[in-house]
């Protein structure tokens, strides 16, 4: 298994530029989600799924958007990219039941200038 | 708001001290406590506690959770240089969100 995986490891976007965060996991997880790493912020939640065709808001959705359509995939749009959105992107995928233990993928540096 | 506090926020020790990282919680529908080892990349698991008061350990590691007083700690006996990292500890809720705490950064200095 290759676990959860996250494209690309780097970018950079201009403001105003949209693009996808990719993210996949071959473990039959149900659950995805989608966190950002800022500085002295720790993980914040932007978006999760509890499984295809169901999505909901974490703490900071705002100018992101998300869809579910298979159990595989889980992808993380930016609209219209701002410098506030610069930070680290992981996707964690977990196999369900509450409380359970979620699995990282590998991150995305985004810088939006 | 839900919220998830660390303490320290940073460590120095020496090689073969003992450290406890300390971690304090309030979140709704809370369904476990976890806690995570991130070097460079992503976090890595390390521990999850849903009982109070039953240790769980993992070489020279170990975890408690105190449901009464919202907390939970890490214990690194005899540490070593690896150890170096940042360690996050998170609530879950009922529906699978983690709240995270901004982490404890420790050095292990040799």
């Known amino acids: 298994n290759a676990g959860v995986t996250q494209t690309p490891k780097f970018q950079v976007l201009k403001t105003g530029q949209s693009m996808t965060l990719q993210c996949a996991q071959d473990m039959n997880h149900e659950y995805m989600s989608w966190y950002r790493q800022d500085p002295g912020m720790g993980l914040r939640l932007i978006h999760y799924?509890?499984?295809?065709?169901?999505?909901d808001q974490g703490e900071v959705p705002n100018g992101y958007n998300v869809s579910r359509s298979t159990t595989e995939d889980f992808p993380l749009r930016l609209l219209s990219a701002a410098p506030s959105q610069t930070s680290v992107y992981f996707c964690?995928?977990?196999?369900?039941?509450?409380?359970?233990?979620?699995?990282f993928g590998p991150g995305t540096r985004l810088t939006v200038t | 708001e839900d919220k998830v506090v660390q303490s320290p926020l940073s460590l120095v020790v020496h090689e073969g001290d003992t450290v406890t990282l300390n971690c304090s919680y309030e979140v709704t529908n809370f369904r476990s406590l976890l806690w995570y080892k991130q070097e460079k990349k992503a976090p890595t698991f390390l521990f999850m506690l849903?009982?109070?008061?039953i240790e769980k350990k993992s070489g020279r590691l170990s975890s408690i959770l105190d449901k009464k007083e919202l907390f939970s700690i890490l214990n690194i006996t005899a540490t070593q240089t690896g150890d170096s990292a940042v360690y996050l500890c998170a609530g879950s809720t009922g529906f699978q969100k983690l709240v995270f705490g901004t982490g404890t950064r420790l050095l292990v200095s040799p």
């Open positions: 849903t009982s109070s008061g």
């Open positions: 799924s509890v499984g295809a065709g169901i999505t």
């Open positions: 964690a995928s977990t196999p369900g039941g509450g409380g359970a233990e979620q699995y």
